[in-house]
């Protein structure tokens, strides 16, 4: 067998360097990659003491002895100090000597100093897994000949795993094909390798804390304890993470089990568990996500477990959340598998499947929910309290739905605020933003009511505050306030009075109010040339959404700071954001993400992608047409604008005309300033919009310009003179300007300046 063995190259080369400048080479891997054979071939012919830490005789050889090197297999079998110690006292004393050190955990403690002065190799699993070139060699070395398309197959299903890829070239051999039923038997062997090995040599506890992960693709600590019921669970991933390599970080509180263990894990629960307490199990991780308000993984569970009343029951109070809050998106396929009679059953469900509709832009289907709410309305009595509580799902509705717009609204409130003067329905809860930092363009577009903002903020407050309840604390000032800001006025004075509010809204009202308000105060800081501030204003908040669980805010968050970047020239933090969190999904669009979409294209636009940027902005156009959003068609038409520019498109006009005849109407200018030259005047300027820019009055001439071309073309003084045929002094006094234009010292410097501006290609 020792003619198999494959040693990687990149192995090889680590192993050299450990022999020729370091002290220690552990390699810390499960059973089945090939430890103890492959440092036996790359120790042949060394002067080498083997010992195994599993033998009860072990003892740390005296330095007297005659070796080179000293390799101790199973090392996560020397839990005693003392044996640490003194092995450690050991490789301090032998410089001249090396060490080698195998073990299924990570490294001990003890040896730590040794990998931080560059003294200790760790060679890990995924350092040993085999590539298709390893795969390749071994099945040559077995006489099997296997085709690309087999190795690739092998791969997906071995992961790489050595022992998994030399059983199959053994089962192979000679000339079997690779067949779903030659998969299933190296399966077989492996896991029975895993369960001799392994799993038998684990306490009962362990066994059973771990068959009960196992369902669970990640798992922390807490999830860990509800599942299994174990007290001793901490103690339990404890003792897995440090004397076995089966469990891995999946950040600094979460884990997962590698792969193929854990699907030895399910096998082996598939024999030892029935199905009711394998159901009755994941039922339990259901539970876990619940509480944690992650209804996705919820869901997932409950269906996995059989627990249909559970998914009901989660449908429903899901419904009953408004859209900013409710995980519309990610419940909808359990939404769509309700039976039809379950869901005509239930106001509830009808609400939710009207909402779930609306969101994915189906206005028929939403329509024909609401409509069957209304029947089941009409067939209660008036104190019926199913017809009540059907009642105010459908008043929720008449206001809430997307497509309904703002125009009936102002006969809409009032007439529900009598309604519920008269105790005659009970409300849901309602959110205006949808968890986006605005009122005026959040859950709906009030364009209409910023007309008249001064006459319904005098007229509709008290009904509106009566309806939406804690929703309403502080709203109609900082929906005031915003309407004044969007039309371009000093907000100033507004904001003053709405800060002190904060500790009223966090008290008795909602965390979208807070970051409503939040977010103008950040924008008008904006708008007034305070953009540290701004930024100031929304980590702020950030770190103590993120402390107290709002996660749903984060997202538009972070898009809201990219927009700070940008205006502020932070490109580099712009992309970063891009290439991490920008949604970047153009088939599918998911309209509570129009605030990621919207920046997402500024970012394509700053990258100068025009394509990207309108493959970005185009599925939202239906949606801003059909639910009359103005705000959002007007940065719309305004970034398509700018796209259809920068692709030397004329249609770009049109857009920009709409933008601007629309911004017109509503007096938004605040709206189309954010643009920069793009709509200071439609005749007179082009659009530039997020083009780092020269500050005023500092803009290079056409003179300068075609002598920044020729300087960063490598051109010296006398060759520019020459090309442009003007004296060399002139020369010299252009470049001084430009270099003091860009604020730079040296020519080299410029280059690089003006690739930012984009005053040059970047390929110049």
């Excluded at 891995?248 to 030892?272: I, T």
């Excluded at 869901?343 to 969101?359: K, T, V």
């Excluded at 209660?380 to 059907?390: F, T």
């Excluded at 000093?490 to 970051?515: C, H, K, W």
Aim: charged residues 25%; negative net charge.
């Amino acid at each position: 067998m020792t003619k198999n063995i494959i040693i990687k190259t990149s192995v090889q080369k680590r192993f050299d360097s450990f022999m020729a400048h370091g002290r220690v080479l552990f390699f810390s891997a499960p059973c089945g990659f090939g430890k103890t054979v492959l440092a036996d071939a790359l120790l042949r012919g060394r002067n080498v003491l083997r010992q195994s830490a599993a033998d009860p005789d072990c003892v740390i050889p005296p330095s007297a002895q005659d070796w080179d090197i000293l390799l101790i297999d199973d090392l996560q079998f020397m839990q005693e100090e003392a044996g640490q110690q003194a092995l450690c006292a050991l490789i301090r004393s032998s410089p001249e000597r090396r060490f080698v050190l195998l073990s299924r955990g990570v490294p001990p403690g003890c040896l730590s100093a040794f990998q931080y002065t560059g003294l200790m190799t760790v060679l890990e699993a995924d350092d040993l897994l085999f590539d298709a070139g390893d795969v390749r060699r071994l099945f040559q070395l077995s006489g099997v000949n296997v085709t690309d398309s087999e190795i690739d197959g092998i791969l997906k299903e071995s992961v790489g795993y050595p022992l998994g890829v030399a059983i199959t070239a053994r089962c192979m051999s000679p000339d079997k094909p690779w067949t779903p039923e030659l998969v299933a038997r190296v399966y077989h062997e492996v896991f029975l390798y895993f369960e001799t090995a392994i799993y038998r040599r684990f306490d009962l506890p362990v066994r059973r804390f771990l068959l009960e992960l196992a369902p669970f693709e990640s798992f922390d600590l807490e999830m860990a304890r509800m599942v299994s019921g174990d007290p001793r669970a901490g103690e339990r991933l404890d003792w897995i993470l440090r004397y076995t390599t089966m469990l891995r970080y999946e950040d600094c509180q979460r884990f997962h089990f590698w792969s193929g263990f854990r699907a030895f894990l399910l096998w082996e629960m598939e024999r030892e568990y029935t199905e009711e307490k394998r159901k009755a199990l994941i039922s339990r991780g259901g539970l876990y996500y619940e509480l944690k308000e992650d209804y996705a993984h919820a869901l997932e569970c409950y269906t996995s477990g059989g627990d249909h009343s559970k998914v009901s029951e989660l449908l429903v109070r899901n419904a009953e959340l408004h859209p900013g809050m409710g995980h519309y998106a990610e419940m909808e396929k359990y939404y769509r598998s309700l039976p039809e009679a379950e869901i005509l059953a239930s106001p509830s469900l009808m609400q939710g499947m009207s909402m779930l509709c609306a969101l994915v832009m189906d206005y028929e289907g939403s329509e024909r929910w609401y409509g069957e709410l209304q029947k089941f309305v009409e067939h209660c009595g008036r104190q019926d309290a199913a017809g009540k509580q059907a009642r105010g799902r459908l008043a929720w509705l008449d206001i809430s739905l997307p497509q309904r717009g703002v125009k009936g609204l102002t006969e809409t409130i009032p007439a529900v605020f009598r309604l519920l003067t008269n105790k005659e329905v009970a409300l849901p809860s309602f959110s205006v933003t949808s968890a986006l930092p605005s009122i005026m363009n959040g859950g709906k577009d009030f364009s209409e009511w910023s007309k008249k903002d001064d006459l319904l903020y005098k007229t509709l407050r008290l009904p509106v505050e009566a309806v939406l309840g804690r929703d309403s604390v502080c709203l109609a000032d900082c929906a005031i306030a915003e309407s004044k800001f969007e039309k371009g006025e000093d907000v100033a004075g507004r904001m003053l009075s709405l800060l002190p509010q904060m500790n009223e809204i966090r008290n008795y009202g909602t965390s979208d109010m807070e970051f409503a308000v939040s977010g103008l105060l950040a924008r008008s800081q904006l708008a007034n040339g305070q953009p540290t501030d701004a930024r100031r204003t929304i980590m702020v908040l950030r770190e103590c959404f993120a402390e107290r669980g709002l996660t749903r805010f984060l997202p538009n968050m972070d898009a809201m700071l990219c927009r700070i970047d940008m205006h502020t020239g932070d490109l580099d933090a712009a992309d970063a954001w891009y290439r991490e969190k920008a949604p970047c999904e153009p088939t599918h669009l998911n309209v509570m993400r129009r605030y990621r979409y919207l920046t997402q294209a500024m970012v394509e636009i700053m990258q100068n992608r025009p394509d990207a940027a309108l493959l970005t902005l185009s599925p939202m156009e239906p949606y801003i047409q059909n639910c009359a959003r103005i705000i959002d068609g007007i940065h719309l038409n305004v970034l398509t604008a700018i796209a259809l520019y920068r692709k030397k498109d004329e249609r770009w006009r049109e857009r920009l005309t709409a933008a601007l005849d629309a911004a017109a109407e509503y007096r938004f200018i605040r709206t189309v300033s954010v643009y920069g030259t793009a709509v200071r005047t439609q005749a007179a300027f082009y659009p530039h919009f997020l083009e780092p820019s020269l500050a005023p009055g500092e803009e290079l001439t056409p003179t300068e310009l075609q002598i920044l071309h020729l300087l960063c073309a490598d051109k010296s003084n006398a060759e520019i003179a020459q090309i442009m045929d003007v004296k060399l002094p002139t020369v010299k006094t252009h470049v001084s300007h430009i270099l003091d234009k860009l604020d730079v010292k040296r020519r080299a410097e410029a280059k690089t300046a003006a690739k930012k501006l984009r005053l040059i290609p970047d390929d110049l």
